[in-house]
């Protein structure tokens, strides 16, 4: 009797070996495909990172591209203005009293020739601001004085007040333009904004 209950214990002792080595080895197993998981969700996390690295890229990139534009489009428009707008400019500034040559110099350093040109609220090709239009009789928009003929009406307008409260000055007459008909001292961007005036004046005659 003594000899079977230890054959028996024996018997008992290996079976619960047995379940605990199984028991083992699925506990190892699921701590392997667990940390398989969390290695797979890792490199989840890893490729999302990356694409949210590479949209942020993308978008300032994109952003970017288009703050340039509106400089890199401009200079396009100066064949342009050879032929129809230096024209309407032309007609412009003689119905305004505004010798043409400073007209035109006023333009190209205001806008490069570009109707669509915005800055700081300044539109188009005189880069007048709504405001100041509207003091001149302008009733619309913004939007309105990206026209050509609309922004060179009122444009030239306030160019030839700052003409004649200069007696004639280029370099006062665009101080004002640049700055307010009420400005006195030359600032350094006035003095530069003369200088490319004057440069661009004697290019032409």
Same mark, same amino acid.
Do not use: D, F, W
């Given at each position: 009797m003594q000899e079977a209950s230890k054959a028996d214990a024996a018997r008992t002792e290996a079976a619960l070996g047995q379940v605990e080595t199984g028991a083992l080895r699925r506990h190892s197993s699921h701590h392997v495909r667990h940390s398989r998981r969390h290695h797979r969700h890792g490199g989840h996390h890893a490729r999302v990172s990356a694409v949210e690295t590479g949209s942020v890229a993308e978008q300032a990139a994109s952003a970017a591209a288009e703050q340039q534009p509106v400089r890199g489009k401009a200079l396009g428009y100066a064949s342009q203005a050879r032929g129809g707008l230096k024209d309407l400019i032309a007609k412009h500034a003689a119905a305004n009293g505004v010798p043409f040559a400073l007209a035109d110099a006023v333009v190209r350093i205001e806008s490069r020739y570009n109707p669509g040109a915005s800055n700081g609220g300044a539109v188009g090709l005189m880069q007048i601001k709504p405001q100041t239009a509207r003091g001149l009789g302008y009733s619309g928009g913004?939007?309105? #004085?990206? @026209?050509?003929?609309? @922004? #060179?009406?009122?444009? =030239?307008?306030? #160019?030839?007040?700052?003409?004649? &409260? *200069?007696?004639?000055?280029?370099?006062?007459?665009? =101080? %004002?333009?640049?700055?307010?008909?009420?400005? %006195?001292?030359? *600032?350094?961007? @006035?003095?530069?904004?003369?200088?490319?005036?004057?440069?661009? &004046?004697?290019?032409?005659?």
């Open positions: 913004a939007a309105g #004085l990206k @026209n050509p003929e609309t @922004n #060179l009406t009122y444009g =030239m307008k306030y #160019l030839a007040q700052a003409y004649r &409260m *200069s007696g004639g000055s280029t370099c006062a007459t665009v =101080m %004002r333009y640049q700055s307010g008909h009420y400005a %006195r001292r030359a *600032s350094a961007a @006035n003095r530069a904004y003369c200088g490319k005036a004057q440069s661009i &004046m004697a290019s032409a005659s």
